[in-house]
């Protein structure tokens, strides 16, 4: 009987201290989990293309008209998006199989351009209103305003088919404006009927069928 007592005692002391054992033993740490903040890809913009000018936009200077200047290559004048290159004419309906350039559809009414064997602008005119200068002169001026917009204007001269001009000179780029009378009947109130701009060479103001 004793001995029996001694062997419960011992196991209760036994389970005691097994169970001291495990409340004093700190519970494992939570496992922390740490998180990488993911960074945006950054928004793509895309920047349309520019709007084009409207024929009424186009300023006229010596030399130029809008973006489009004399002695541009054919490769430089298209790009500044006026002007179709390499255009296909219908049998019959020009002195050229394929111009060289031609302006677009926008401003085809109101200009022409000229261009020589190697494709380069030689001369752009303006037929009818639209592109005018800075100072406002446009086809439809007078020859009085003209003077008034540009003091340094060359004196009237015979010019094209019983017409007369008169010329600005910026270095070597020229603007000239057609009159359609003639030089000694030439008045303050005659109106500008071509203006035409080249590099170089005086304009001839005159256009004929090629």
Known sequence: MKRTLAIVVVLLSLTAA???????????????????PTTPAPATTTTPPPTPPTVDQLVVAPGQVGAAQAGMTQAQAV???LFEGDVPVPDGEGCQAVIPLQWKKAY???????TDETKKI???GVTKGGPRTAEGIGVGSTL????????SLSA???AGFDQSGAYLAVGNRWLGFLFNEKAVAIKNSSKVSFMEVTLGDKPGLMRDGC
Do not use: E, M
């Open 18 to 36: 097994c169970g001291d054992k495990n409340d004093d033993t700190p519970a494992d740490p939570p496992t922390a989990t740490t998180t990488t």
């Open 79 to 81: 790009s500044t998006g």
């Open 108 to 114: 085809f009414s109101s200009l022409d351009v000229a």
């Open 122 to 124: 030689t001369s752009i």
């Open 144 to 151: 009085a305003q003209v003077r008034a917009a540009y003091p």
């Open 156 to 158: 009237v001269k015979v």
